[in-house]
């Protein structure tokens, strides 16, 4: 291995790679041309802006050359799909588009597997793995001296743009038929509120829809600095969020509801936020000061209240916890579609008895509510449950995982030790506690160890090693419940703030399976979401050139190494799943989605 | 489906046993065919461990393959020597490694269900390669502690226990042995000695030796860890290279036999 380092371009930078380039198809490739910018300054909501209001180091004119690009679909192409995950908005230049909510088929929408290396390459790569770590192909890098493809004269030209914009004030919520009319924005809720698409889309024609592409993080930028953009996308989002939560609950998803209901239902729900949406800052400061956690969150619901309504999580975690001596214990927590108050609210309506709340409520965090007052509660969602289940006979399921989390408590509670270790529940408040106050309740493929069972072997080390090209993409440490440890492994969170400012959208969810997931060719090495990351679970490494004998690359400026961030991407490029997961002999270890907790209940409790 | 591959064994084997219309000969020669392929599948588990992504089953589906299948070998093995002690020198050979592959399985089979939890129920969960770096850092520690009491106090006590016995103590692992046994004696010792010399220090040093008394207790446990990890490391180093010598003498069991029995008549 030789040790003399090499320049090989530039330091990466934001924009090295504008949006009209990041494709991985190479026809679809294009910059931002002239007449294209002049053209969308021409159209609202561009010409509305106001481009002095820009900072200097951000123009409007960068912003829009480099963090949009043009797409053009034929009438029928889907645009979004439902269920995908996405990291940027659209809006509509030329055409209609069609949003369609329900009824489409996964196969129609034409889901597949992600681009998964053929068996023969995984193979192959276990035998041509670099010796030296972190080796790149440099040559794929935009700024590698090779290329010229990135001449900067050709992309930042419009200063005096006009200004002021108004988007279209119809949402494509309200529009008739579904139908998104030219000049509409959509897409936004996905991008910033980083959750599933909630509709797919289509173009709708007639001929060609040309529609502007805008990355979260020019969405963020435009946003900042332009009032009218701001208010509009709020407005959009309260009005589509509150839609899309109500879909996201298996209650509300089960119950027969008429226009009539639904039509109370939107208007009399209220939409709240509770914590702080860059959670993370707020919470890395806090265990830095050892403070205890449980007291900082904000209550949403107290116990011994009376239930002003049925709760529906929108975004984010709750933590549910219940006085005990002179503190509060925590058994349990909801995420998502989950609900909070059902109980009590069945009861008081079923009994002249009243209960109050049971559980205190706080926010883990940030968490977006969806409020349905009592009265609503008892005129639309009680009866529809009445005429869905007409014997009372409630399927947990649909109840929202409110019921199971009380059954787990209840069972926890009684559990306790009963002086034989294996018997002993591990899944009671200890863990729930523990789970909650490290923010682990964030993960969808949580690594968990049993380390009763665990002997060390690494296999599981050597196994993700192998297929990163020898570089392991965890730590097997981290910290430790009784003989249970989360190992430094990405979560792929459900609210993953590693991808709050990422200035080139290099960190992204995986389209189908929604893996958080870095381009290597995009990242600058900017440590964003290194820093941003509670858990510590992304690693900036110093990257080797392979085609200079594994040198480590530098900037020839500033004389610095190169630097990608790097962490697990749950092997979505290889088949069958986690190679940790698969390789471990003992049957050890895990990916745990923690918003399924029975199976996390069952998985420690073995 | 391990527990019927075994059952499908023992019947195929049955017949043999009690000799029911086939000669001896095709029992050997038959159970010591069956013996070598359940010796290359068990092998074949090495393998698969370095083929991590092809989709070959989990790997904890293969040590329960592993298992069962070894002791179905196990029988086969009493079958094919009519659980005898062969008389050749090369047949001695095999058995002997064969019983000892066996016996190292065993083993092997004893300590991954035994040390983890030992592990997991002592000192702090650490990385065994890692585990010299911690040695050193407690190392400089205790030697700062010894200067710092040596320049604050005019008493040599934790000076002269340091030359004593922790100079040895964190010099690398000690009582690798004895915490195979989980024997604690003689860290106990060791602190036993400082706490009884607690009574002729100063406040100053008092404190200092409090900080001592939990670097042992640390380095202990540190000690602890490498030699459970290490044992369930060196284990198999035994048992994989075993394996191949097996492998070889198999084959050259077989040929020997081919050339000498059946080439001859």
């Given amino acids: ?606 | 489906m391990s527990i019927a591959a075994l059952a499908l064994v023992l019947l195929i084997l049955t017949p043999y046993a009690i000799g029911y219309r086939i000669a001896f000969s095709d029992v050997v020669v038959t159970s010591g065919w069956l013996l070598f392929a359940v010796v290359v599948f068990l092998s074949s588990y090495n393998l698969r461990k370095k083929l991590t992504y092809p989709p070959l089953l989990k790997s904890s589906t293969w040590l329960q393959m592993h298992i069962y299948l070894g002791i179905a070998a196990m029988v086969i093995f009493l079958f094919h020597t009519s659980g005898k002690v062969p008389t050749g020198h090369l047949d001695i050979a095999l058995y002997a490694l064969f019983t000892l592959m066996v016996a190292s399985g065993l083993f092997g089979f004893y300590l991954t269900r035994t040390i983890p939890t030992t592990l997991s129920s002592r000192g702090n969960e650490v990385i065994f390669e890692r585990i010299p770096l911690f040695r050193r850092q407690i190392k400089d520690r205790v030697e700062q502690i010894i200067l710092q009491s040596i320049e604050q106090s005019a008493s040599s006590i934790l000076a002269e226990f340091y030359e004593s016995y922790l100079m040895y103590f964190l010099a690398g692992p000690r009582n690798v042995l004895l915490h195979l046994v989980r024997s604690e004696r003689t860290s106990y010792r060791l602190r036993h000695e400082l706490r009884e010399s607690d009574r002729y220090l100063d406040e100053q040093d008092k404190v200092l030796a409090a900080e001592l008394d939990d670097l042992i207790k640390l380095k202990d446990d540190l000690d602890f860890h490498y030699a459970r990890q290490g044992l369930l490391k060196l284990w198999l180093f035994f048992h994989i290279p075993m394996t191949l010598v097996l492998l070889m003498f198999l084959v050259a069991h077989i040929v020997l036999i081919y050339a000498f029995t059946y080439g001859g008549s």
């Avoid at chain 1, 010229?148 to 992309?155: H, M």
């Fill in chain 1, 1 to 606: 291995m030789v040790e003399v380092n090499t320049p090989v371009g530039d330091k990466p930078k934001r924009w090295d790679l504008p949006f009209g380039m990041d494709f991985t198809n190479e026809a679809e490739r294009r910059e931002m041309s002239f007449s294209d910018l002049n053209d969308l300054f021409a159209k609202e909501p561009f010409s509305e802006m106001d481009a002095s209001r820009f900072p200097d180091s951000l123009p409007l004119a960068s912003i829009v050359a480099n963090d949009t690009r043009i797409r053009l679909y034929r009438e029928g192409d889907a645009i979004v799909r439902q269920g995908d995950y996405g990291n940027s908005a659209f809006l509509i230049l030329d055409g209609d588009c069609r949003a369609i909510i329900e009824g489409l088929d996964p196969a129609q929408l034409g889901r597949q597997a992600g681009h998964s290396k053929s068996l023969l390459k995984s193979v192959k790569g276990l035998f041509t793995n670099a010796l030296a770590p972190e080796v790149r192909d440099s040559r794929l890098y935009p700024q590698h001296r090779d290329k010229a493809v990135f001449d900067p004269s050709g992309t930042v030209f419009v200063q005096d743009v006009p200004n002021i914009l108004e988007l279209s004030p119809e949402s494509y919520s309200e529009a008739r038929h579904n139908i998104i009319p030219e000049g509409s924005l959509f897409g936004e809720l996905a991008a910033l509120g980083r959750v599933q698409r909630s509709v797919t889309v289509v173009a709708a024609g007639p001929g060609t829809t040309r529609l502007l592409e805008i990355r979260w993080q020019g969405l963020r930028d435009l946003m900042k600095y332009d009032n009218g953009l701001r208010d509009h996308i709020n407005e959009l989002f309260r009005q589509n969020g509150l839609k899309g939560a109500f879909r996201m609950s298996p209650l509300i998803q089960a119950i027969d509801l008429d226009e009539d209901q639904w039509d109370q239902l939107l208007a009399e729900a209220e939409f709240e936020t509770f914590g702080s949406y860059d959670w993370h800052g707020t919470y890395q400061q806090l265990r830095k000061r050892d403070e205890d956690l449980l007291t900082q969150e904000p209550v949403v619901q107290e116990e011994g209240q009376y239930p002003n309504g049925l709760l529906i999580i929108r975004a984010g975690f709750a933590r549910m916890s219940r006085r005990h001596g002179a503190g509060e214990y925590t058994f349990g927590y909801l995420g998502i579609g989950d609900v909070h108050g059902l109980q009590e609210l069945m009861h008081n309506v079923s009994t002249d008895d009243h209960s109050p709340i049971q559980t205190t409520l706080r926010a883990a965090g940030y968490t977006d509510i969806v409020r349905v007052p009592t009265r609503t509660f008892e005129q639309v969602i009680y009866p529809a449950m009445m005429k869905t289940w007409p014997d009372g006979n409630f399927p947990e399921k649909f109840l929202g995982e409110t019921m199971e989390r009380h059954k787990t408590a209840m069972s926890t509670r009684r559990a306790s030790w009963r002086g034989d270790r294996r018997k002993r529940e591990f899944s009671g408040a200890p863990m729930m506690e523990f789970l909650a106050e490290n923010r682990y309740i964030n993960g969808t493929a949580t690594m968990l160890i049993d380390l009763d069972r665990c002997t060390r072997c690494d296999d599981c080390v050597r196994a993700c090693a192998s297929g990163h090209n020898n570089n392991p993409r965890f730590i097997r440490h981290g910290k430790i419940h009784d003989h249970h440890m989360i190992a430094n492994a990405c979560m792929h969170c459900a609210d993953p703030v590693c991808m709050i400012g990422c200035p080139t959208g290099a960190i992204h969810r995986s389209e189908g399976g929604g893996e958080v997931v870095i381009n290597d060719v995009t990242c600058i090495g900017c440590g964003t979401c290194a820093n941003s990351c509670p858990y510590e679970n992304i690693r900036l490494v110093n990257v080797r050139d392979q085609s200079q004998d594994d040198a480590l690359m530098v900037d020839p400026v500033k004389g610095k190494a190169i630097v990608k961030a790097t962490k697990c991407d749950l092997c979505v490029d290889h088949h069958g799943g986690p190679a940790c997961a698969r390789a471990c002999p003992h049957d050890a270890l895990t990916r745990a989605d923690m918003d399924d907790l029975l199976d996390l209940s069952e998985w420690l409790n073995r």
